[in-house]
């Protein structure tokens, strides 16, 4: 098979696959022929082709996948003007901790947000998939020890998390990240579900309000305990549900 073949082979495997696919399973379609080295070589050809189109050959944790391009979102959107699901900004900020601090415990998260963390917010991230229990710290109680999935990376379209931006203290720039990213995502996914059953996709569940006075904190110094009235952190008034006591980090 010549080079030219070779490329419309992966490329329309690429097209029609649900999910991102992996050299080595691109190297089953030519029955292990073509060597791991080839392969990604016919792949960056496949790319540069696809460079003046709206849509993008990229590399996520998961393995190879076509996408739009960001500048075609916003006529994308047209298609489906219904605001995509958000999450509070108190869920975003937990996955912004465990995503830069990561492995850790619950017990570090509230010592970084300053507030508890309801049981909900957690839940709420390994149901979705972003994030995992990866083993347990030597300490008292045994707490369990998070990280983030190859998930929470395919949908932030990185293939690692170095590739995650810089901080400079503040968090801040990573949480509209992180919303507009993830929010794009799982409507994509949403469409694309819907697009296999014929149905309409359903509308995401919407959190509540974000917090105001909770926004901004730190993760290279812990924020100032929160004060005594339960109301003055708009974070704790989110995570008001289902309280528990900070565990032992």
């Given amino acids: 098979m010549n080079t030219v073949d070779a490329v419309r082979v992966l490329e329309t495997a690429l097209i029609c696959a649900q999910q991102p696919l992996t050299v080595r399973e691109l190297r089953v379609l030519f029955?292990?022929?073509?060597?791991?080295?080839?392969?990604?070589?016919?792949?960056?050809?496949?790319?540069v082709t696809w460079t003046p189109r709206g849509v993008e050959l990229v590399q996520v944790a998961s393995g190879w996948r076509f996408q739009s391009r960001p500048e075609m979102r916003e006529f994308l959107d047209r298609l489906r003007p219904e605001k995509p699901p958000r999450y509070t900004r108190a869920t975003l900020e937990t996955l912004a901790i465990i995503a830069y601090r990561q492995p850790c415990t619950r017990g570090d998260m509230e010592d970084i947000r300053g507030v508890t963390i309801s049981s909900q917010i957690i839940k709420q991230l390994e149901d979705r998939g972003w994030i995992e229990v990866i083993g347990y710290r030597e300490a008292v109680g045994r707490p369990a020890l998070f990280a983030t999935t190859r998930q929470f990376l395919d949908d932030l379209g990185l293939s690692s998390l170095d590739e995650l931006p810089a901080l400079d203290g503040s968090v801040s720039p990573?949480?509209?990240?992180?919303?507009?990213?993830?929010?794009?995502?799982?409507?994509?996914?949403?469409?694309?579900?819907?697009?296999?059953?014929?149905?309409?996709?359903?509308?995401?569940?919407?959190?509540?309000?974000?917090?105001?006075?909770?926004?901004?904190?730190e993760l290279t110094s812990p924020p100032s305990p929160p004060a005594a009235d339960p109301?003055?952190?708009g974070d704790e008034e989110e995570d008001a549900q289902g309280d528990e006591p900070p565990r032992p980090s």
């Fill in 174 to 217: 990573m949480i509209d990240q992180l919303q507009g990213a993830l929010a794009i995502e799982e409507e994509a996914a949403a469409l694309a579900l819907a697009g296999e059953a014929g149905e309409t996709p359903p509308q995401g569940v919407q959190d509540e309000p974000d917090a105001g006075p909770g926004d901004g904190f």
């Fill in 231 to 233: 109301q003055a952190d």
């Fill in 31 to 47: 029955d292990d022929e073509l060597g791991a080295d080839t392969i990604r070589e016919l792949l960056d050809q496949l790319r």
